[in-house]
């Protein structure tokens, strides 16, 4: 416990060695811990959520404290999370994290860090150049996909007009949740927001979405905005963007591409290669906490011109008249999204590219790929599993052809053997089971793993 809020030398360096120790036993211990545990105790809770008291408490108590929060829920730094979308949480980004909270630099404008902002431009206009957009691309890092897809509504918003209520959003009903909530929040009426059918690939069928945009110019309306994915998070699979962007194009429409799960597999050959058409997007949301493996909390959006943002999203108050200008080199990240007050995200990002290099993440990312197709070609030999769709980046879902009823009882044996966890989905109708490969602490062995337990559970019938 310390009595002052600046900690001397001396004090820092106890601080630091405690935390230190912990985190490093916690990674050594992390490949035998289990993939979840049960939901915590009453008595647990209650214990945790005890308010501070007036005089502080040693370091060491504290964090067996940490030590019992975390025995409860997902254990989502593991390598045997599979389900939802993993996050790597690579060591060398919580070190540029713990970096940027210890110099606590205001990076909102220009003028606060402008050599933090410089390295986070570095880093934007890296991931500009990953997806081929042109030279007056930028963008933003945000805390995730959900405010970088909000933020892309509003732009797309912003380019019709203050009055916005003949303005259409088109997505597939296997677009991620946020895109809707994403189009509600921007203050679009739900009469507005078109789901398209998927086809029978689970694409989003571009038959059905050019037949939606000309019903709807047919009736006075303005196509605002269409959506695609970039690796779904059901199926990992990817929307045929090259004819998205034709018919937003044809309809008037902001062109926005969700690659928040997926975005990164751009940087391996086979990625890339399914994402052509990614180029002409106007606003693409990528998170750099999935696909990128840092821990969670750094997404972004890219856009095709970095004036679309400001157009739609720059003010000031007479508070913030000491600010310079808005400057591509150095901008103000205010003036480009929601957040004024914001931390050194790039920081992080920066920091773990430039630490391992390139090919060390396009390493990592090709081999969830390889986990993904080893894995359904594993499945596809099990008798009585059939997969609902051919995995394009690292994602297999698969159910069982004996009913929902089977499906679950497979689902609930892999997440009590406490060796995996998964998660699941709806499709057709369907309960479906999700192997989502996404973390540089998963093995070969846990894939097996999951297979094995899929067999056991059929085998219990």
């Not at 405690?18 to 036993?25: F, I, P, S, T």
């Not at 018919?247 to 399914?274: E, K, M, N, P």
């Amino acid at each position: 416990m310390f009595d002052s809020l600046e900690l001397s030398a001396q004090e820092r360096e106890q601080l630091t060695l405690r935390v230190h120790e912990y985190a490093q036993r916690y990674l050594q211990e992390l490949p035998a811990a289990p993939a979840s545990w049960e939901l915590i105790e009453d008595m647990a809770v209650a214990t945790l959520a005890a308010p501070p008291s007036d005089h502080g408490v040693p370091i060491d108590e504290l964090l067996r404290k940490v030590s019992v929060a975390l025995e409860s829920g997902i254990n989502t730094a593991s390598g045997k999370f599979l389900s939802y979308i993993p996050s790597g949480g690579i060591y060398a980004a919580a070190v540029g994290r713990l970096l940027g909270a210890v110099v606590n630099r205001y990076t909102g404008g220009s003028h606060g860090a402008p050599g933090l902002i410089a390295l986070e431009q570095g880093v934007v206009r890296w991931m500009c150049d990953v997806f081929d957009l042109p030279e007056a691309a930028s963008g933003v890092l945000f805390s995730g996909g959900s405010t970088a897809n909000l933020t892309a509504t509003v732009a797309a918003r912003s380019r019709i007009g203050d009055d916005f209520s003949h303005g259409v959003v088109y997505a597939s009903e296997r677009a991620h949740h946020s895109v809707v909530k994403a189009a509600r929040i921007a203050g679009v009426h739900p009469d507005r927001i078109r789901a398209v059918r998927a086809d029978s690939q689970l694409r989003l069928d571009t038959a059905e979405l050019q037949s939606a945009i000309a019903s709807d110019l047919a009736a006075g309306l303005a196509p605002m905005l269409v959506v695609a994915s970039a690796g779904t998070t059901d199926t990992g699979t990817i929307d045929p963007l090259e004819e998205c962007a034709e018919i937003a194009a044809q309809g008037g429409a902001w062109f926005h591409v969700d690659a928040a799960y997926g975005g990164f597999f751009a940087l391996t050959a086979r990625g890339r290669s399914r994402f052509s058409g990614v180029e002409l997007a106007d606003s693409i949301t990528v998170d750099a906490h999935k696909s990128l493996f840092l821990p969670f909390g750094v997404g972004g959006l890219l856009v095709r011109n970095e004036t679309t943002l400001m157009d739609a999203l720059e003010g000031r108050g007479a508070y913030m008249q000491d600010v310079p200008d808005h400057a591509m080199a150095i901008p103000n990240y205010f003036a480009m999204g929601p957040e004024l007050t914001r931390p050194a995200r790039g920081l992080e990002t920066w920091l773990a590219l430039h630490l391992h290099g390139v090919d060390a993440f396009r390493n990592e990312l090709d081999r969830m790929i390889d986990l993904a197709e080893w894995a359904a070609a594993e499945l596809g030999r099990i008798d009585g599993i059939e997969i609902a769709a051919e995995p394009e980046l690292s994602i297999v879902t698969f159910r069982a052809d004996a009913g929902d009823d089977v499906s679950q009882r497979i689902a609930a044996h892999m997440n009590a053997s406490r060796q995996v966890h998964v998660s699941s989905t709806t499709i057709n109708g369907l309960f479906h089971i999700r192997l989502a490969f996404l973390s540089q602490r998963t093995t070969q062995d846990v894939a097996a793993t999951a297979l094995e337990l899929v067999s056991e559970a059929l085998a219990k019938r």
